[in-house]
């Protein structure tokens, strides 16, 4: 009796446990993540640890809530890396032509690239993917182009404290990260802008038979895309407070396996940006962690690229879909 | 007759004219063949997925993780450790094809995925530098002047390949996929079966044509990896006329595709452009090659 009582209990628990898996996961892997390293590390959660950790994830948080629209809709885009790093090469070779005037100038050109990536896709029927590589590459041979290959130190003191002033003991760029975090929750959950987006997601058909514009639509959620690397670029940049044309690579597949990892399917139409947060806290948090042990990018992007295979897998709902391609 | 050769003639005929003298010498067609050579081994194999509508990337990874698991197993296989590298094709292309149909994951990404994965894997097993090898130099050692010896050993692996795209009903039934899934599988194909043989054969083709590439290109294990080599082998496919959509194109419309691209390249190498414009201008190249290729389709869901 007492025996059965107690079956019924823990197979309920697991039951509410499994429905619940793509948002009780991704807290569970970031436990374990931090349990791990503190152990290893005794400095992980010092206040000089918890300072890197935010400043490792602020930026990455930002392009990563752009990429998880796009994934919402159920496509891909491989140039966020390429225009954060573009962007960031902005602001550091005109700060001294035209002040700041190079954070809109930067967000603009970011927001055009956007905007083209949207039209290939919606209106020249590119897949997302091959669309956004050509335009990566396009955009690395401009980013070479513009600087020349040479490294760029950013001497502008007020460019500098956009990301780097302290408020209430923490870096001013960890708000600029969690105040877009917030508007894009809001943006995903409460406005019909984000419902229109989970609608082209689940069914691009059915969407449009509703009477969504879904050509626009798409442009629309690649252009926010674009815009937000772009600011991504812009903070990264007063964060560093320098570079050269290597900014932002090897970042596409970390940042997918955020977005991924948070509990946002490829096949779109689920997740949102509120479940980034949580997958950007597991990759970026592995990523500076295993720097702080001097572990090389080589470990790292073995970890990343299995991170991806075995998140995808998770996620995807296999009851839903028929044919993937 | 298919626009690219037109375009392939084009470019002949402009590149002829431009520089007359350099274009037709000697050393300029060697160093086309032995481009053609590299861009041909690598993106042979993954037409047979693009065939079924799907994407293979993970060419460049079984070259590198093959070229150091080979660096790896010399001290204790000798000469035979070259088998290293279609094992590792071939193993590649079976867990992908695996993976892909039953877990349902989109291919780009997951040979995507795979490819970061080979290349930690490649950099942590090599210590991080590239690493030499010796002993095989007589894949390569030159036997007709002025042709390379890779390109007469890619004869029968591009022979191969055409064969059985054209003289099997294999064709029939990959083209059936990428057009229409559901209706293949309405038909009676084994639809899953045939998935997975397209990507093997990507990871049998690759394997063994990373062989004769891993000594063309050096004969070492390298370890960095370059956004160039693994878009070039796309555009080549693009060019070639195999819509990334599927349906229909294959093998032989991907060497088509390579001394297309090769020849584009060549003259773009002997002019006066910056390196980078060059690239700038590969990308430009892949987008127009694939909206040129995707016409006509109507009712085709893109994402």
Known sequence: ?325 | MHPVIIVFLALLLIFGIIYPGRFFSAINFKAILRQFVTLTLFALGPTFVVVTGRLDLSYIGVWMLGGVLVWLFKPILGMLSIIMIPITGIATGLFIGVVQTKAKIPSFILTLSLLVTYTGLTALLAGGYPRAVDGYEFITTSLIPLIPTAFLLSIPIITAAVFLMKCTRICVYLNAIGSNEEGARLAGINVDKYKILAFLLSGVFTGIGAIILFQHLGGSAQVQLKLDSIVWPLVAIVLGGTPLTGGSGGPQRTLLGAITFTIFYRGLYLSSLHPTMVTLLVGIVLIVSIIVSARGLKGVTVT
């Open chain 1, 1 to 325: 009796m007492m025996r059965e009582k107690l079956n019924a209990k823990s197979g309920l628990s697991l039951e509410l446990l499994r429905r619940n898996m793509n948002t009780v996961g991704p807290i569970i892997f970031v436990i374990a993540v931090v349990a791990i390293f503190q152990i290893i590390n005794p400095f992980f959660l010092s206040y000089h640890g918890i300072i890197t950790l935010v400043y490792a994830m602020s930026y990455f948080l930002i392009a990563a809530c752009g990429l998880t629209f796009v994934i919402m809709t159920g496509s891909f885009d491989f140039s966020v890396p390429s225009m954060l790093k573009l962007s960031a090469l902005i602001c550091v070779l005109y700060i001294e032509k035209i002040g700041l005037l190079v954070i809109p100038m930067a967000l603009i050109v970011c927001l055009g690239f956007g905007f083209i990536n949207g039209v290939f896709l919606a209106k020249f029927k590119v897949p997302s993917f091959l669309a956004t590589l050509g335009i990566s590459i396009v955009l690395e041979g401009i980013a070479w182009y513009l600087s020349k290959g040479h490294l760029e130190i950013m001497q502008d003191e007020t460019f500098r404290s956009l990301a780097t002033t302290f408020i209430g003991g923490f870096p001013s760029i960890f708000y600029w990260g969690m105040g877009v975090w917030i508007i894009c929750t809001f943006l995903a959950l409460a406005t019909a802008f984000g419902r229109r987006t989970y609608a082209v997601g689940g069914n691009l058909e059915g969407a449009g038979l509703s009477d969504i514009n879904i050509i626009w639509h798409r442009i629309k959620v690649f252009m926010l895309c674009g815009f937000l690397s772009g600011l991504a670029g812009v903070l990264y940049m007063s964060q560093m407070g320098g570079g050269s044309v290597k900014i932002g690579a090897d970042m596409a597949i970390p940042l997918f396996a955020s977005v991924v990892a948070g509990g946002t399917a490829l096949t779109g139409g689920m997740g949102g940006p509120h479940r980034t947060l949580m997958g950007v806290i597991i990759i970026t948090w592995i990523q500076a962690g295993m720097a702080m042990l001097a572990i090389g990018n080589d470990v790292q992007m073995l970890t990343f690229g299995l991170i991806a295979i075995g998140m995808s897998i998770a996620t995807v709902d296999r009851k839903r879909i028929k044919i993937v391609k």
